[in-house]
């Protein structure tokens, strides 16, 4: 678990995906869509990959990819982040985290 709260709070955005998952990819291209470049921890391809998962579990994700932190702190999964998205607070939260800068 120190891991996963390691690497979620070195950058001002942090996804973890599975190269595989669509809402993933999707996640991330919404990202970059606004300007933002996400730290992107792919566990299918890292070593330490089920042992995150399970860290991501503890911590409360569901599902477990993607999961979504902002400013070290978990947003939540692809249904949360579109739900901030679609009420304008995702574009406002990565702008407060300096993901973004306007």
């Known amino acids: 678990m120190d891991r996963v709260r390691d690497l979620a ?6 996804i973890f995906t599975n190269s595989s998952c669509c ?3 999707s996640i991330k291209a919404l990202f970059y869509e606004l300007g933002a470049s996400p730290a992107v921890h792919e566990l299918d391809q890292d070593p330490k990959g089920r042992e995150m998962e ?14 979504v932190f902002i400013g070290g702190i978990y947003v939540g999964s692809a ?17 407060n985290a300096k993901a973004i800068w306007f």
């Open 79 to 95: 249904k949360d982040v579109i739900s901030l998205h679609v009420d304008g607070s995702l574009k406002q939260m990565l702008i």
């Open 54 to 67: 399970w860290a991501l579990r503890g911590l409360g994700c569901s599902p477990i990819v993607p999961a």
């Open 23 to 25: 809402m993933c990819h």
């Open 9 to 14: 709070s070195k950058k001002a955005a942090v």
